[in-house]
């Protein structure tokens, strides 16, 4: 059964830094993409950027390209978002998902992670 | 804003039908294939269709998904309490540098 299971909820203050993880288990994690997916309070579901963890290739949306550093290890099963100096609007909901790419341009992610809430206060 | 256009919201009594709709253009929905997600209160997205027209395993075929030319539609028949959810229509976008991109969802009401 493939499973994707991210790290707990956070609590942070502004300027601190954080990594958030999640771990795949029941398909061979090296060869499928990872995406990370935001979605902050009371709004819609925003890309953030892809990885693949065979070789670590990343891609991020303008948006948060520099904002953010996503990474993986694949001899842990485990993909990664961190942040250097969070701000307060940081505070989301963040989510893995395994995308899926097939020959003909075929993307679309399968399987979800649970989510991993980050909140960011003084 | 997003680039690809849903209405905020749309509603229908059970039983009944309901379609979203998800506006793109030529570099994206034009080009690619879409891909839709539920998201029930609180809980994690789910796929309901991928490339366009096909449903994973599981998923009811009250789920139909379409694409004409720069729009998709997602259609959903014999509407239930249960369905009442977010939906989110995705797809690639050939002038975003990571190509990913969703909608900015829509909110169904089953009245």
């Known amino acids: 059964e493939v499973q994707l299971v991210q790290s707990g909820a956070e609590m942070k203050k502004p300027g601190e830094s954080l990594k958030i993880s999640c771990k795949g288990s029941?398909?061979?994690?090296?060869?499928?993409?990872i995406g990370w997916v935001r979605q902050m309070p009371g709004k819609g579901l925003e890309w953030m950027g892809l990885?693949?963890?065979?070789?670590?290739?990343?891609t991020y949306s303008p948006s948060f390209q520099g904002q953010v550093t996503i990474s993986a290890d694949k001899s842990i099963n485990t993909a990664s978002v961190q942040w250097s100096s969070l701000k307060a609007s940081d505070a989301a909901m963040y989510f893995c998902?395994?995308?899926?790419?097939?020959?003909?341009?075929?993307?679309?992610?399968?399987?979800w992670g649970q989510g991993t809430l980050v909140t960011v206060s003084s | 804003q997003s680039v690809l256009t849903q209405p905020p919201s749309v509603s229908a009594a059970p039983g009944q039908r309901v379609t979203i709709s998800c506006s793109g253009s030529?570099?994206?929905?034009?080009?690619?294939?879409v891909s839709w997600y539920q998201q029930l209160p609180g809980t994690a997205p789910k796929l309901l269709i991928y490339?366009?027209?096909r449903r994973p395993s599981g998923i009811p075929d009250r789920f139909s998904g379409s694409k004409s030319g720069t729009s998709a539609t997602l259609a959903i028949t014999g509407l239930q309490t249960g369905d009442e959810a977010d939906y989110y229509c995705?797809?690639?976008?050939?002038?975003?540098?990571?190509?990913?991109?969703f909608g900015g969802g829509t909110k169904l009401t089953v009245l």
């Open positions: 998902a395994r995308h899926v790419r097939q020959r003909g341009g075929s993307y679309y992610f399968d399987y």
């Open positions: 029941g398909y061979s994690f090296s060869t499928f993409w």
């Open positions: 990885i693949y963890p065979g070789d670590s290739d990343a």
């Open positions: 030529s570099s994206n929905i034009g080009n690619n294939f």
């Open positions: 490339e366009n027209n």
């Open positions: 995705v797809t690639w976008d050939t002038n975003l540098s990571v190509g990913g991109v």
